[in-house]
């Protein structure tokens, strides 16, 4: 079975999948919304992603990534915020860029797209979260 770490560590995964459910179905919403109102899939990224993203760093900092100890200021950790920012613009970047080439050079429709982008970015994001900026 698992050890204590272990246990810890897929507990703590499966606390970021559900939080990242929740954020995918604002994300997929907000782009749906804006991209059927005419908007180019780009900006539409660019709005949907972030508004996940907002949702993103207040669940998993009181959920997923728990850290008392790392919190000032009544749990506001500025540079904390600094490293989520800098990750999740990354992140947009690297799916931004894997959207354009799925959609603009492979031909794959758009929601497709960025149903497989979404696939990669989580990966990335947990990583990066856990790793560097919770």
């Given at each position: 079975?698992f ?12 606390k ?9 179905l ?11 109102l005419?908007?180019m ?13 907002a949702?993103?760093f207040?669940l ?8 008392s ?9 500025r ?5 989520f ?6 992140v947009?970047?690297?799916s ?11 031909g ?12 990669v970015t ?10 560097w900026?919770?």
């Open positions: 079975m050890d204590n770490n272990r246990r810890a560590a897929f507990i703590q995964f499966l970021f999948n559900a939080v990242g459910l929740l954020n995918t604002i994300d997929f919403a907000v782009f749906t919304l804006l991209h059927s005419g908007m899939y780009g900006l539409a990224q660019v709005f949907s992603y972030s508004a996940g993203t949702n993103s207040i998993n900092k009181k959920v997923t990534f728990r850290d100890k790392r919190s000032g200021n009544n749990g506001f950790d540079i904390q915020l600094l490293k920012i800098i990750l999740n613009l990354t947009l970047g690297i931004l860029l894997l959207m354009q080439v799925l959609t603009d050079r492979f794959v429709q758009v929601l497709l797209s960025k149903v497989l982008v979404t696939f989580v990966i990335i994001n947990f990583f990066g979260s856990r790793k900026v919770f």
